[in-house]
């Protein structure tokens, strides 16, 4: 299945609950009257087989909840928006994994709770193992674990399965310098064979060597979208 990604016109509020002091997606609000505020509005995204876009901008302004929208965790409340292809996302380090389980119950969980039956999940651990890299670190407490491991740990289960579109929200840049060229390789594989690889993060220079197409975020919209080094520089221009 060829990887493909439609938005038009995509926008979502969040609703601040004053009572939990949170924010939380229109989905679950109770309306209390005022304005909500937007966290995207507007946005226009066309992304076709192949391609490596990189989201940057800062923080603020919308990556993490666009990438959390082409992941199906949320839903947009305006316009309209087509994810076609399997999805593989970690979104954080910290993403599904439980402190007081090991890094293999760890993996066998999450493995479920991508798509996996169990007895697949089990069958996952040894080749997750391998490619998380943590050796015996694998069979400790995840609360043990430095940001960097809990990101190889996430990464080696989210690849496990053949995946159409790979998210990434900064994790690539919680890994040391070893294991971001197992990252690079696996996007690579992911582009070569027709899928899509969406990258949200701050350090361009790694997100140039798997993006070469960047869309600048600011305030919840899509200031400028194009060639990675072009869009870049005008980001970061004085």
């Known amino acids: 299945m060829s990887a493909s990604i439609e938005a038009r016109g995509v926008g979502i509020q969040f609703h601040f609950d004053r009572q939990r002091r949170v924010l939380s997606p229109t989905l679950a609000r109770v309306r209390r009257g005022g304005p909500e505020p ?5 946005v226009e995204l066309s992304v076709e087989p192949g391609e490596g876009v990189a989201f ?3 923080t603020g302004s919308g990556k993490t909840t666009l990438l959390r929208l082409l992941g199906g965790i949320l839903a947009p409340d305006e316009g309209s928006l087509a994810v076609r292809g399997r999805v593989g996302a970690l979104l954080s380090p910290q993403a599904g994994l439980l402190g007081l389980l090991t890094g293999r119950e760890n993996a066998e969980l999450l493995g479920v709770l991508v798509g996996m039956s169990p007895r697949e999940a089990r069958g996952a651990v040894g080749p997750i193992r391998e490619a998380s890299g943590l050796g015996d670190s694998f069979e400790l407490p995840v609360s043990s674990y430095s940001e960097g491991m809990r990101a190889r740990l996430g990464f080696a ?3 496990q399965r053949h995946v ?4 990434l929200d900064e994790v ?3 890994v040391d310098h070893e294991f971001r060229a197992v990252v690079a390789e696996r996007v690579r594989e992911v582009r070569e064979g027709g899928g899509i690889v969406v ?3 701050h350090d361009h220079a790694v997100l140039e060597t798997m ?3 960047a869309v600048w975020m600011e305030s919840g919209a899509v200031a400028r979208d194009g060639a990675f080094r072009d869009v870049v520089d005008t980001y970061v221009k004085p």
């Open 172 to 174: 690539h840049e919680a």
């Open 157 to 159: 289960v989210a690849v």
């Open 211 to 213: 993006c070469d197409r």
């Open 38 to 42: 937007w966290a995207l509005r507007g």
């Open 56 to 58: 940057v901008g800062p």
């Open 199 to 201: 990258a949200a993060g």
């Open 164 to 167: 159409d579109l790979l998210l």
